[in-house]
């Protein structure tokens, strides 16, 4: 069954390394998300995967079989381009019926492959119509079901939804997930959008410069991100800099700018360390004056934004830092822009990384 | 300023031939009242046509693979490969000719080997050398297409179980069909008008440049009157442009229609063509028909040309003795003539091709004149070289470098317009009106834009333009009667040497060589300033 497995994969494009050594196992039937910033090398990853381009080092096993020397057609894969890439001489049904006639299947058969995928996204109007005739939205469906038509068992979709305008991506991004599981696919999908990686894969891979950070399910990586990096590129966090005062048994205490004292747990530092504090920004109590124990910050309210939902707050410290606190809108008390308040945390649920040697700036940046 | 440009089309290039045309209409009946004449005319017409076909069908066929290999080979010899594919454009037609000429059926070529001549003069040997100066040109358009083309619609056939070779027929190329018509055409049209060269290979046989030629020979040493020689000319030019227009208005309209028969696929049989043993003999096929029939017999005139360096052919060439007077005033006239039509051309063209490229008197008018402006790339240039001449000659006052120089306008107009409409077309409209908005006004915008912009197009348009205007001798030999250019001279040589009647003329075959190879080393030479011009191409 189409488990994917790569082991020491590199690939270098002149003398910039685009894939530095990588093992990643993609599990059967699982949807599977590579996601990073732009140039991280997560689409030169898939690329590889369905061998569009031949990686200089390592092994790529689909289902078990070792494919490295397997040209892509007979990879047993489906890929969908981030432009699509529709036949604009054929039309929307010769695309879809593109792949079972190059791989003589029996034509009625294909036929009726064709028709099956197209129910399954939902599209069987304007069958006649060419690629530059569809709108976006379609012209993506039109390509992901030429990709299935074909039979794979293992679907690689790069950056699918790059191109669709926000509505519609929204849309689109859970029939992607329903169709995977309906047909039991393997399914890896690039992206550099974490907010769609997080509400549709069962995991993912984060990637930064050539190399996989963190591997693990969206929950996971929100809760327990292991690096700086992965905190700040999923979800939001604030960053406090400090250094240790004390660390005994993973319990630690952490001197901020300022001279402020907090609590947390962690095993990567010692006394003495430079550390940054990493705290969410729903994770603060926000309080007017007053002292409740615990971690305890003072600052004022710098700035105010109303998403609906939501509402976030920017405090400035005593500390001269600034950090983000979001905040249900209707269920808790609103505090104005130059209000004095306590901002507290409970230790186990922040973060301590050691201080990255290259600066914080440079160790986060995308 | 547009206007102008338009007025100067009008008056200068398109209406010239055409009236010429007309005023002798009525020599026409010359021709119906003399049936060997007509049947004469008419079979050298349908010969241009049948060797236009084939040959053009055959580069496309043979430029295909060595369009692939060098913008998908690995190799870093395929850049060679690529600047050697370029030498039977840039060498001139009649140097071409007669490099061939040795190649194929001189004592010191191939025809060595086998005893006697392996090919005898006449429409094989048309066809060997229409293939190879048409070659270059389909390359070229290939190559251009195939790097402009989004690889991501292969790549798509591929992951969706196509082998290579199914890809690449059902995807890459029914994508890239208005480049294949775009070379096939060129290739056709190319073949149709090449008139030197063609003359020195003909023998006896005539194609319709031949026989317009033989005609004006055969009215000049008196064997036909000038009635009949002007109805035969007439009566040939006509029936070459309007077959002609006729065939390039079908090919254009059936051409958008046509499917290439890709709905078949043949899955086991066409993935045996897919992998490296059928790739790797394909790739030898394509190399070895490059070498043999288009580069070794474009280049065989290097050796006699080489061994003329060692005897007094050269002493003689360089003092200027002998015939070596009028090939060195012909070689300042051909560069002369090129430098001047180049010039005038960018002046007239500039503002025609900006004209097309911005729609400047709306959408239709546009494309009016973009089919207009290139029908002089599709007439025979002899036959539109005859037309100029009947018109101008009404105008006793007109000097003959003139006419030459209008010749030449006409024929290399359409290259240098078209070349700059696409590259400005290439420029967004948007650039421009930043530029307005920024407070630049229009000439303004032009300096400092557009002009900065297309500049690697304006130099290798000027630089066609100038090779072309070079090497042409269809047009060339129709209106002259005392001027000599480069080429003509050399067609003269040739066909001094070819007949044994003429003796003592202080003409071998070493003086021909050497003429060719001076010929051909400037060539070169330009080509070199080609490739260094447009290599920064890419920076824009």
Request: glycine letters at 8%; a positive charge.
């Amino acid at each position: 069954m189409p488990e994917v497995r790569v082991v020491n994969l590199t690939k270098k494009f002149g003398n910039i390394v685009a894939l530095d050594d990588v093992n990643l196992t993609v599990r059967d039937k699982e949807y599977f998300a590579l996601l990073g910033p732009s140039g991280c090398g997560k689409t030169t990853l898939l690329r590889l995967i369905a061998g569009l381009i031949e990686p200089d080092k390592g092994e790529i096993y689909i289902g078990g079989r070792r494919v490295d020397d397997v040209p892509p057609e007979d990879r047993e894969i489906g890929f969908v381009f981030q432009t699509f890439a529709l036949f604009p001489h054929m039309t929307a049904w010769e695309n879809v019926n593109y792949g079972p006639r190059v791989k003589n299947f029996d034509l009625k058969a294909a036929g009726t492959i064709g028709h099956e995928v197209l129910e399954l996204v939902k599209l069987h109007e304007r069958l006649n119509a060419y690629p530059n005739e569809l709108s976006g939205g379609m012209m993506q469906r039109i390509a992901v079901a030429r990709a299935l038509a074909a039979g794979a068992k293992t679907l690689l979709l790069d950056e699918p939804l790059g191109q669709l305008d926000a509505k519609v991506r929204n849309e689109i991004r859970y029939e992607m997930r329903r169709m995977a599981k309906d047909l039991n696919l393997t399914a890896i999908h690039v992206t550099h959008d974490q907010a769609e990686a997080m509400s549709i894969s069962d995991r993912i891979a984060v990637m930064k410069k050539g190399k996989i950070v963190q591997v693990g399910t969206p929950q996971e990586l929100y809760m327990n991100p292991n690096s700086l990096f992965v905190a700040h590129f999923i979800g939001e966090s604030n960053f406090l800099e400090g250094s240790v005062a004390d660390a005994t048994n993973g319990k630690l205490v952490i001197e901020l700018r300022g001279g402020v004292k907090v609590h947390a747990f962690g095993n990567g530092v010692e006394k003495g360390d430079r550390a940054i504090v990493v705290v969410r920004p729903e994770i603060f109590v926000v309080e007017r004056e007053g002292n409740q124990g615990g971690n305890v910050l003072r600052g004022v309210v710098g700035k105010i934004t109303f998403e609906g939902t939501f509402v976030r707050y920017v405090i400035k410290l005593e500390s001269e830092d600034s950090v983000v606190v979001i905040k249900p809108s209707l269920t808790e008390k609103w505090f104005d822009v130059g209000a004095s308040i306590t901002l507290s945390f409970e230790p186990e649920k922040a973060h301590v990384f050691p201080y990255p040697e290259a600066g914080l700036m440079d160790e986060i940046s995308v | 300023m547009y206007l102008a440009a338009v007025i100067v089309f009008l008056a200068l290039i398109l209406l010239p031939p055409i009236i010429g045309i007309f005023t002798k209409w009525n020599t026409l009946h010359q021709v119906f009242d003399q049936p060997p004449l007509m049947d004469r005319a008419l079979i050298a017409v349908a010969n241009s046509f049948v060797i236009a076909l084939l040959v053009s069908a055959l580069d496309v066929l043979a430029g295909v693979p060595m369009a692939w290999l060098i913008t998908r080979g690995k190799s870093k010899w395929l850049n060679v490969l690529d600047t050697f594919a370029d030498i039977p454009f840039i060498v001139p037609t009649a140097a071409l000719g007669y490099s061939l000429l040795l190649f194929w059926n001189g004592p010191e070529g191939l025809s060595a080997l086998f005893g006697g001549s392996l090919i005898s003069t006449g429409w094989l040997l048309i066809m060997l050398l229409h293939f190879a100066f048409s070659y270059p040109i389909v390359v070229r358009v290939l190559v251009g297409a195939l790097l402009d083309y989004k690889r991501e619609y292969e790549q798509a056939s591929r992951t969706l179980g196509a082998p290579p070779f199914i890809a690449a027929r059902t995807v890459t190329f029914p994508i890239l069909k208005p480049a294949l018509i775009a070379a096939f055409i060129l290739s056709f049209a190319r073949s149709l008008s090449e008139t030197g060269a063609t003359f020195i290979v003909a023998g006896a046989f005539e194609n319709g440049p031949v026989f317009l030629q033989n005609m004006k020979n055969e009215f000049s040493s008196g064997l036909v009157s000038q009635v009949a020689y002007e109805g035969a000319t007439v009566f040939a030019s006509l029936i070459l442009i309007v077959t002609s227009l006729t065939i390039f208005a079908l090919i254009r309209i059936l051409g958008s229609r046509l499917r290439l028969p890709f709905n078949r696929v043949w899955p086991s049989i066409e993935r045996k063509l897919s992998y490296s043993k059928a790739a790797m003999s394909r790739n030898s096929v394509t190399i070895i028909v490059f070498v043999a029939i288009v580069l070794l017999p474009s280049l065989f005139v290097a050796l006699p040309a080489f061994q003329a360096l060692f005897t007094n052919t050269f002493t003689n060439a360089i003092s200027g003795s002998g015939v070596w007077g009028d090939y060195w005033q012909s070689l300042l006239l051909s560069y002369l003539l090129g430098a001047i039509v180049t010039l005038i051309g960018f002046i007239v063209g500039l503002p025609m091709a900006i004209l097309i490229a911005r729609k400047k008197f709306g959408k239709m008018p546009s494309t009016v004149l973009d089919i207009l402006v290139n029908i002089p790339l599709i007439v025979p240039s002899i036959a539109l070289g005859v037309s100029l001449k009947f018109f101008w000659q009404s105008f006793a006052f007109m000097p003959e470098f003139l006419l030459l120089v209008f010749a030449h306008l006409a024929i290399t107009y359409p290259y240098f317009v078209r070349s700059m409409s696409a590259a400005f077309e290439r420029i967004s409209l948007d650039v421009e009106e930043a530029a307005r908005t920024l407070g630049a006004k229009p000439f303004g915008v032009f300096r400092t834009i557009m002009l900065p912009l297309t500049k690697y197009s304006i130099l290798s348009g000027a630089i066609m333009v100038f090779t072309r205007s070079v090497s042409e001798t269809g047009a060339t030999l129709a209106v002259v009667t005392n001027l000599q250019t480069a080429p003509v001279v050399i067609v003269n040589w040739v066909k001094i040497l070819q007949n044994p009647t003429l003796v003592n003329t202080g003409i071998t075959s070493s003086v021909v060589g050497l003429g060719c190879g001076i010929l051909i080393v400037l060539s070169f030479i330009i080509l070199l300033l080609l490739r260094f011009v447009t290599r920064g191409k890419g920076r824009y």
